[in-house]
């Protein structure tokens, strides 16, 4: 019995001793990546759930959509590396993939207003990681069928991936309610 106490003690320390070991060296080469980039932070003044009252309009979301994009602008875009300012890198202000060089950018929310009659209304909400250019050709087809769309810009998204990391389905459902009351509206 002395012997198994020993021998399941020794295993313990062991198996302890390696995974203090795992621990400590991946905190060392933590240490050692390089500094994140000015992409990989957050956005302060996005949408958050607290911020929609019954009295929230369409126009007020987009009084704070367009103060992330500026935000994004001060402390992203301009704050990137001559290093880092390829051509395909999006948050590089000359890069060739960044929206603000586009005649529209298409990670905003938008709006298509058919002309003639409206037939009614829809929201169209993109997905995960995305934002509202993926569903771009779903609004134009129901415009051309005389539908409203509205396509919202869900908090977190199309800016920068670290405004992910603090976005939550609260503010995210929050978002869909405001459009889908203006859509109603």
Excluded: C
């Excluded at 369409?58 to 990137?80: H, N, S």
């Excluded at 409206?118 to 539908?147: C, I, K, M, N």
């Amino acid at each position: 019995m002395k012997k198994l106490f020993k021998w399941v003690f020794r295993l313990a320390a062991g198996t302890i001793l390696v995974v203090l070991t795992i621990i400590l060296m991946r905190a060392f080469d933590a240490r050692r990546q390089p500094d994140l980039k000015p992409w990989h932070g957050t956005l302060s003044s996005e949408f958050r759930a607290k911020d929609l009252t019954d009295k929230s309009t369409l126009a007020d979301y987009l009084r704070i959509e367009e103060a992330v994009f500026a935000q994004m602008e001060r402390e992203v875009i301009a704050k990137v590396a001559p290093s880092d300012r390829g051509r395909y890198n999006r948050y590089a202000s000359d890069g060739l993939v960044n929206p603000l060089r586009f005649p529209k950018n298409w990670n905003h929310t938008f709006e298509l207003v058919p002309e003639g009659e409206v037939r009614g209304g829809v929201l169209l909400l993109h997905g995960l990681t995305d934002s509202p250019y993926s569903v771009r050709a779903e609004a134009e087809l129901y415009a051309r069928e005389g539908f409203y769309a509205l396509s919202l810009r869900v908090p977190g998204h199309g800016t920068i991936p670290g405004a992910l990391t603090v976005a939550k389905w609260e503010d995210w459902r929050a978002a869909a309610r405001l459009g889908a009351r203006h859509v109603r509206g």
